[in-house]
C-alpha cells in the first residue's frame, strides 16, 4: 500500500510539473511598423519583431512607435541603457547590440520590439 502512494505521489508530481500553468501566458508576433521615420536618416529601417503579452497588436505597435519616437529624441546614456516612461509604460532600451532592443512594461503587460 505504502509503494502505491509513493507511486502515484511521483506520478502526479511529476504531471505537475511538466504541465505548463494555467495562467501562462505566451508573446503574439505582430506585425512591423514600417519605415515610421520616412524622410529623416532612419528613412527605411522598420520597428521589428514587435511582440506582445497581455495586449493587442494593435496597441502593442502604438507603444512601440509612441515610445521609440521618444527614446530617439533623448540623450543616449554611457551604459548602453535606456529607460524613461511614456504614458505609464515603463520603457528599458538596451542598445549595445547591433540592433537596439527595447521592451515597455506596464502592469502585467509588456511589449517588446526591435529598431
Known amino acids: ?15 505537475a510539473a511538466g504541465a505548463p500553468a494555467a495562467g501562462a501566458a505566451t508573446y503574439r508576433a505582430c506585425k ?11 528613412d527605411g529601417i522598420d520597428l521589428s519583431r514587435i511582440r506582445a503579452l497581455r495586449t493587442s497588436c494593435h496597441g502593442a505597435r502604438h507603444v512601440a512607435k509612441g515610445a521609440h519616437r521618444k527614446a530617439l529624441g533623448l540623450t543616449p546614456p554611457a551604459s548602453g541603457i535606456r529607460r524613461f516612461t511614456w504614458r505609464g509604460w ?20 509588456r511589449v517588446r520590439w526591435r529598431f
Request: charge should be positive; avoid cysteine.
Open 1 to 15: 500500500m505504502k509503494r502505491a502512494l509513493t507511486i502515484v505521489a511521483v506520478t502526479v508530481l511529476a504531471g
Open 32 to 42: 512591423p511598423v514600417k519605415n515610421p521615420y520616412a524622410g529623416t536618416r532612419y
Open 90 to 109: 515603463s520603457v528599458t532600451g538596451d542598445l549595445r547590440p547591433s540592433s537596439d532592443r527595447y521592451v515597455a512594461r506596464k502592469g502585467r503587460r
